[in-house]
């Protein structure tokens, strides 16, 4: 995550790499940053998402597809967690047995899993209040 953005975002791209940039609107409760399925950052895969308030929960449907013996994948999605707030528990329903993990890197939980056969992943995020 690079940070808040007003007005323009400049960067320097060194030669032969790529830099790839989804610009969401900040809001203040947890929310979905992207992942590395797709270029579109969640246009493809994401098939909703939803923030409740009552009880602090981002719910997410994702259109997971698996790798191959010759091509494994892992999901990997980002989302940011504004100042105080923290993760209780992250479930993904229809992840692979034991390939759930999720850790956070300053504002960023991060939260990997695998599938076995292209289905979508139920993945609920119980967050903690500041």
């Known amino acids: ?6 007005g323009s975002l400049t960067r320097t791209v ?3 790499t790529v830099q790839l940039f989804a610009l969401r609107k900040k809001e203040e409760h947890p929310q979905y ?3 590395n399925r ?3 950052q969640g246009a493809v895969e994401v098939r909703s998402v939803e923030w409740n308030d009552d009880n602090n929960t981002l719910s997410m449907t994702y259109d997971a597809a698996p790798g191959s013996s ?3 994948f892992t999901h990997r999605l980002a989302f940011h967690l504004p100042s105080g707030w923290s993760i209780e528990y992250v479930t993904a329903s229809g992840a ?6 999720d850790w956070s890197e300053g504002r960023v939980l991060n939260v990997s ?3 076995r056969n292209r289905q979508d992943v139920e993945i609920v995020l119980k967050s903690r209040v500041p």
């Open 70 to 72: 010759k091509a494994p």
């Open 113 to 115: 899993f695998e599938v």
């Open 33 to 35: 940053i992207g992942g």
């Open 1 to 6: 995550m690079v940070g808040s953005v007003q």
């Open 96 to 101: 692979a047995p034991g390939t759930l993990q």
């Open 14 to 16: 060194q030669p032969h």
């Open 38 to 40: 797709h270029i579109l």
